[in-house]
């Protein structure tokens, strides 16, 4: 059972994981803004889920970087 769930599930638990740790880190610090809290750990799970789906990159480089390219030229 719990092979089967982290071969689906894996890198979304470790996101999540990170995320809570990160969040601690914060709170402990002596802040205690909760919804930085929940956004540190819900980023943190969605990172996971995107690697997971394998949705390709979280940032498309390549279409970024040619828009850019296009957008700026030095010379028009």
Do not use: C, H
């Amino acid at each position: 059972m719990w092979r089967e769930y982290w071969a689906v599930y894996g890198k979304r638990t470790i996101g999540a994981a990170a995320g809570l740790f990160f969040g601690f880190v914060y709170l402990f610090a002596g802040f205690w803004d909760m919804l930085f809290f929940i956004l540190v750990v819900s980023v943190g799970y969605w990172l996971g889920k995107q690697k997971d789906l394998q949705n390709g990159p979280i940032l498309p480089w390549q279409r970024l970087w040619s828009w850019l390219t296009e957008r700026y030229r030095p010379f028009r």
